[in-house]
């Protein structure tokens, strides 16, 4: 069992760059495939990048693509998402979720661990 706690959420103008991080209660590189989900107000939780366990292969949804990165520090127990160029539509709360799964799943219902999740707001 591992405990997931985002942060680094916030308020930005369209256009700016966030971080978020999600720090894991134990080691996960070889254990977890972990994930960045998003939900909006009246929408559905939605995938937005992923990075495998082990081989650290990432994936991301065609709406972040070439704006946003994953990355995960195996010695802090650590994954990132650094946010660039953000829109308006990016506005939601965003979760970490850990899957014993090889590969990063865009299903939630597939990932066995969430975070409390952290707010961020693009204003226009």
């Known amino acids: 069992q591992v405990q997931l706690v985002e942060s680094g959420g916030g308020l930005v103008q369209a256009g700016g760059s966030l971080r978020l991080s999600c720090v894991a209660s134990a080691r996960t590189s070889s254990t977890y495939t972990m994930g960045w989900f998003r939900q909006a107000p009246g929408k559905e939780r939605e995938f937005v990048a992923g990075?495998?366990?082990?081989?650290?292969?990432?994936v991301y949804a065609d709406s972040v693509k070439g704006r946003f990165t994953i990355s995960r520090d195996n010695a802090k127990n650590t994954m990132y998402l650094q946010m660039n160029s953000l829109k308006p539509e990016d506005t939601a709360v965003y979760y970490c979720?850990?899957?014993?799964?090889?590969?990063?799943?865009?299903?939630?219902?597939?990932?066995?661990?969430w975070g409390q999740g952290t707010q961020v707001t693009v204003s226009s």
């Open positions: 979720a850990a899957t014993y799964s090889l590969v990063a799943a865009f299903t939630p219902s597939l990932y066995d661990y």
């Open positions: 990075i495998r366990r082990i081989t650290s292969i990432t």
